[in-house]
T-cell receptor, first 114, second 112 residues
Framework: NAGVTQTPKFRILKIGQSMTLQCAQD?????MYWYRQDPGMGLKLIYY???????DKGEVPNGYNVSRSTTEDFPLRLELAAPSQTSVYFC?????????????FGPGTRLLVL | KQEVTQIPAALSVPEGENLVLNCSFT??????LQWFRQDPGKGLTSLLL?????REQTSGRLNASLDKSSGRSTLYIAASQPGDSATYLC???????????FGKGTSLLVTP
């Protein structure tokens, strides 16, 4: 089982550039999430989706956009990269937002904005 | 706003010791609490999930407890091994919303 996959693993961007972080899951999970983890800090939710075509903002959505056209894929778009977006980005998925919900995480994308 | 705190930030123990990691949260209106393990350069792996109505969960050498009223959870690791070396994260899901609120983690080193 591949689980949750993310590409790329590492990327260097210049200020003002744009890029898309890819995330895919093969567990047929309805719920998907994007988090960022800054050094020495806990993870913070950027965006989440409860199903194809439905997305909503998390705690730190500014500077990001998402789309969810299929159950499997949940890409994160950075339009104008800023140094403050230097971070490790994790995608996660879960079967349902219920009592037994467990979120499964991808390996992360390390992004450096210079 | 839910605040999750983990103590200690770092811990080093010799192999074989039993140890306790602590997690506290400010808002007791939680849906569940999860403990994750994070290895360097890797994603998070869920270790234990405790429902808000439960007091503890066990998996192998791991035991997690939850005292919702006092806003505390502990992760007990028995007979620690070098392979247990990792960062352990506590995350709380509130009653409302989907976001997990994470602590900053405890970095554990188990020396042979």
């Amino acid at each position: 089982n591949a689980g949750v996959t993310q590409t790329p693993k590492f990327r260097i961007l210049k200020i003002g550039q744009s890029m898309t972080l890819q995330c895919a899951q093969d567990m047929n999970h309805n719920y998907m999430y994007w988090y960022r983890q800054d050094p020495g800090m806990g993870l913070k939710l950027i965006y989440y989706s409860v199903g194809a075509g439905i997305t909503d903002k998390g705690e730190v959505p500014n500077g990001y956009n998402v789309s969810r056209s299929t159950t499997e894929d949940f890409p994160l778009r950075l339009e104008l990269a800023a140094p403050s977006q230097t971070s490790v980005y994790f995608c996660a998925s879960s079967n349902k937002a219920g009592v037994q919900e467990t979120q499964y995480f991808g390996p992360g994308t390390r992004l450096l904005v210079l | 706003k839910q605040e999750v705190t983990q103590i200690p930030a770092a811990l080093s123990v010799p192999e074989g010791e039993n140890l306790v990691l602590n997690c506290s949260f400010t808002d007791s209106a939680i849906y569940n609490l999860q403990w994750f393990r994070q290895d360097p350069g890797k994603g998070l792996t869920s270790l234990l999930l405790i429902q808000s109505s439960q007091r503890e969960q066990t998996s192998g050498r791991l035991n997690a407890s939850l005292d919702k009223s006092s806003g505390r959870s502990t992760l007990y690791i028995a007979a620690s091994q070098p392979g247990d070396s990792a960062t352990y994260l506590c995350a709380v899901r509130p009653d409302s919303g989907y976001a997990l609120n994470f602590g900053k983690g405890t970095s554990l080193l188990v020396t042979p």
